[in-house]
């Protein structure tokens, strides 16, 4: 019967997964469950003898399968052989999307087990991107755009686009969403990111003579306000062109802009150290790694390694102020 070989199959598939997460870790412990996801197999493994077990060296051995780890118990994600695409279209539509109370939503896809992450670029606030050519960050952007233009009135929202590459946002050219035309050429992307500068302290102006705090007060007596978006998709070309007065445009909004409505997300594919500068890391702490070619890489855009161990496409690392990084698949958009 077609149910029964379903079952079949599937406890055949459970079993080759409990032989792949006792080959990791060994017979000391047992797994107590299996979730299957999008993308990955998420095994609940509880450690029979914890204090006989070297962590540091098993952290080492399992790379990027180990997404949490507790004093007793570890969760380790195994890839599917056939993964499924995480569609943006149905998150949009999901109940999740539809009721959530954040000022900012954004949906960065779905978790390791299928659930709905919507999260709120207004507590971020500022966004670093970063993973090797083709991993996801454009699709990543455009998902940013997507949610927020969803939920958003265009009274409201504004967005700011330096597209260097030109090709992934040439589909919002004409949105009434832009607050100026999409920057396409690097040279002209430090002069946009020093009109947002100009912006921002205008805006401390009105905020003073408003006699508020920042943009969610000011808003409750005034529509001229609207959250402003500025995304840079590949900081390295804007770099190249005048490294010291890009990084300090990106100092100043980043330290000064949240309370004047401005969040900045910056995307790039070159991970050394004369592209994302410690002053850069230190002022973006919100961190999305896609899948490095090493583990210099990841180190450097995550501060530790795993990055290199995702997969090829649609699968990130979220690390907040240096918290531990969360694994997410992000969602597909064309």
Known sequence: ??????QIKKAIKILEIANAVYKLLGANGHIKDIREGPKVYSCDYSLDNPGAVDLGKLIKNLGGNLSKIGDKELTIDLAKAEQDIVQ???????????????????IFGVDTVGKPMILDLFK???????GQAGSGKSTLLKSVYESLTRKLKSSALKFLIIDSKNTDFAKYKNSQYLL????????????????VVDIMNERYAQL????????????????????????????SDLMAQNRREVESCIQQ???????????????????????????????????????TRDKSGSVRILGEGGAENLLNYGDILLSNAGRMPVRMHPAYTR
């Open 208 to 235: 003073r003579a408003a006699k508020v705090k920042n943009i969610q007060e000011y808003q409750k007596k005034h529509k001229d306000m609207p959250y402003i978006i500025v995304m840079v998709d590949e900081l």
């Open 253 to 291: 909004i980043a330290q000064k802009a949240r309370a004047t409505g401005i969040h900045l997300i910056v995307a790039t594919r070159d991970l050394s150290r004369g592209n994302i500068s410690d002053m850069i890391r230190a002022n973006l702490p919100t961190v999305v790694a896609f899948k």
């Open 1 to 6: 019967m077609p149910g029964k070989i379903k």
């Open 88 to 106: 943006l279209a149905s998150l949009l539509s999901s109940p999740e999307f539809k009721k959530t109370k954040n000022a900012l939503p954004v």
């Open 180 to 195: 100026k035309p999409i920057v396409n050429k690097p040279e002209k992307g430090l002069v946009a990111l020093e009109q």
């Open 124 to 130: 971020m606030p500022h966004l670093l991107v970063g």
